[in-house]
């Protein structure tokens, strides 16, 4: 008899598996595991579409992909910050190796060199661009960044104000307001406008909101130097190839948005920001940094450094909250900037600033049309033309009369303005098109000026940059063992050598000339080919672990299998190439995929609405804690400053928590892993917001009296926020919605199988009763009367939190992960992974001990104490030595309160086989600790370093790359 087919389609788990399974953790059913979750709420209704294979979901999305009118599709002239560019193809055949797309955070740096170095390369790249000292491994955006650059200003000075420049992009100073607020922190217009004191920092942008080039920028960095703040600037990265970086004109912190370099459209997201910074205030920056090194051995290495400022340890102390962010967007940076080298990159600025110009003079000798800034202007990639007739019914016209995709009407900047965006991709038909289209606005009629190039202008024409000098080493050198010295791409790099040719317009000659005091001197960036490019990037892939190479057990990760079904989806060129600034009319496949995703993500927890807007899952705490302000002040409670976190819940909650503004007090664990409820009651009183509850908790249990915690929560007059990092447990078994949870986040990088990247992107949903659906974030998408999707703003948003509608190509995955799996699918995928972390626990509770001996959920929490007290063998050496029999680690020492802790999450995508000899391998290992301890201490033996010196790193940090002695 042939059985039945497997509804959900990655879960390898057979019948007799399961059986297996069952009868060695002593239970009848798969139910049975989720005795703890009380009857009445099991096993709710989803109303969820049906499931689709794999052929049909690619067909379906393929034609909502249709819809959208694409930068390829059609001449576009959308900003606003993002822009197309061309991406050399080398980009996406480095970051969709699985050995970058579907490995975590690099928590062990000895299987994880390879993702380490190519952020090593980000930062170095960021550094040389922006000038600056040292840079993270980047930010969920620009916009966020910029709002954390302000924080950070307020930490270091200690002032409560900040100055915005007429110049930043008002989708930044609104996520910067949405930020600032919640701390307290005032924004104002300018350095003279301060209510009270002095200002933190001066926020100016360069080029302007607006493209206009300020050739005078010394002049803002001593206005606000004098005044004991910080200089601020918000950049953009294509103009650093050839303006001054903000490093030499004083600025103390640099934030960028990096998706113009090699990062597609997407709608807005995943992008990455950059954040850089000078040296002294390095131990206040948010985000992960990476250091480099040496192992036991004397080898360079690796390692994520000065941690100590991160949420994980310092928690509600920490410069931020966070976590996830987009390594694999920082990664395709570094691809892209080695693939075009100092001289690709400058070609590519000096072609937009050459084609933006071209276009402007053009576009100002029809009547009625002006360039903001006047003739003298300099700018570059984008321009305000200030039109006759309002811009909305300008753009109206150039797509319903010549199917041209107009600018953003920033009329409340500029009267009648229209924001233009040019690039290296805009061909010289693409921009007659334009002007021919606005002279039959005007009137009149303009003969195209075609160009074929004799005449223009070339970038030999301006003044050289100095390039880095030739290295010393070879590519070859490149993954050796024998070598200890690992070279970078700058050691590896030799003077006019190219990857990859750019786009280059052919347009008249261009007046102004940039002056040379506006123009960098010098730009040490490698110059390598492109097979050298492939082979560095590919050699350094694998010395990582990731999902596709091994078992990745890390607890509270949810490291399943990334379907490549959804790499073609997020890759569809309607998807991957709209800009996010669209019209709702000529975007109905992304909006339409987003509003539905928002209605399942609000079906599978029990909530009634969803925004999409949050980049990751502490991203997403942070909404749910501007969603508890918001919501106690609108009724006039403003004294609910402080919120309870179980000492069980996720790491980043204290310091999200934190972030939004409110003072943190933990509630303890009882004796069986619940929440104390003598204890929970004995801290409920006017002045708590509510409750941060991750359920199932990070020792892998469900608390059975969830629905009272709720109860007393908002008996008390609170509000209870869900941490959703553990939602692969609760799938059609559970909603929190149900037992009283007003907020749920969800990380769909991991329930909902989207991939970790080497640390991001992720993104982060968060869902809301309807008593918070008007506080949500903006943009929120909505249907209109007519059945148009769009995006708008809630009636009492607490505000923007990033520059677009999210991550979105991570979120068409997980759109596509629902439609195969439909509501059966998703309870199958739940059931496998309890059952898989159960029978984990069943077989391993005999050798490492158990501090809550009772059904897990989806991951088991072991301890190390036994090792430790008779052997001197801690967590973290059990965790090497695992690397060193091909598996990678489980989550170590955490959750803080089980000591040695060594928290396991198998997901349902492993098959037992594998699961079995994982099991064996721990088994093995308790054994070498008993019988050779040291062998277990001196963990790793096998793998491309071995223990690397993390206090060097910390105690005398190296950043970026260095020329050596």
Known sequence: MTEQRN?????????????????????????DLFADIPTE???????????????????????????????????????????RHYVPNAVGAIISRGEFLTPYTPYQPEASQGILQALFEFQTVVCELTGMDAANTGMYDGASGLAEAALMACRLTRRRNVAVHPSVSPLYRAALETYAGAQEITVIDGIDDAPEGEPACLIVQQPTYDGLIDDAPDALADAIHERGGLLVVAVEPVSLALIRPPGEYDADIVVAEGQPLGIALGFGGPGVGF????????????????????????????????????????????????????????????VHTAALGPQGLREVAFSCYQATHNAARRISSLPGFSIHGGEDALFI????????????????????????????????????????????????????????????????SEEAEAGDGSAATTLSDWPSVETAPAGEETILAIGDAAEKRVPLLLDVSRPARRGVTTPVPAVPPVTPPLPETTLRKQLLLPEISELDVMRYFTRISQSNYAVDTTFYPLGSCTMKYNPRVNETVAGMPGFANAHPYLPPEVCAGTLGALYSLQEMLASVVGMDATSLAPSAGAHGELTGMLLFRAYHRSRNDSKRTVVLSPDSSHGTNPASAAMAGFTLVTVPTDPVGNVDMDALRSVLGPEVAGIMLTMPTTLGLFDPKTAEICELVHEAGGLVYGDGANLNALLGRARLGDMGFDIVHINVHKTFSTPHGGGGPGAGPVCVKEHLAEFLPTPHVEQRDDGLYHLAAPAQSVGRIGSAAGNVGVLLRAYTYFRMHGADGLKEVSGAAVLNANYIRARLKDHYHLQYDRICMHEAVFSATRQRRQHDVRAGDICKRLLDHGFYAPTVYFPLIVEEALMIEPTETESRETLDVFIGAMISIAQEASEDPDLVRGAPHTTPVRRIDEALAARRPVLRWMARD
Request: net charge negative; charged share 20%; aromatic share 4%.
């Open 7 to 31: 509804p959900a389609p990655f879960v390898p788990m057979t019948a007799a598996d399961r059986q297996h399974m069952l009868d060695v953790i002593g239970v009848n059913d798969v139910d």
């Open 275 to 334: 954040f850089a910074c000078k040296n002294e205030y390095l131990r206040q920056m948010p985000g992960r940094i990476v250091g480099r090194s040496v192992d036991a051995d004397g080898r360079d290495a690796f390692v994520l450094t000065l941690q100590t400022r991160e949420q994980h340890i310092r928690r509600e102390k920490a410069t931020s909250n966070i976590c996830t962010a987009e390594t694999l967007a920082a990664i395709a940076v570094a």
């Open 41 to 83: 709420y099991r096993n709710p209704q989803l109303d969820l579409p049906p499931a689709l294979s794999e052929h049909d979901v690619v067909t379906h999305m393929g034609h909502m992909a249709a819809l959208n009118v694409s930068a390829d599709a059609a001449p576009s002239f959308l900003g606003g910050g993002f822009a």
């Open 381 to 444: 990639k984008e321009f305000v033309v200030e039109c006759p007739i309002p811009p909305a019914e300008v753009n109206r016209r150039l797509w319903e009369a010549h199917g041209i995709i107009g600018g953003i009407d920033v009329s409340d900047r500029v009267p009648n303005g229209l924001l233009l965006c040019i690039t290296e991709t805009s061909t010289t038909t693409d921009i007659d098109r334009l002007v021919n289209a606005l002279a039959g606005i005007a009137g009149v």
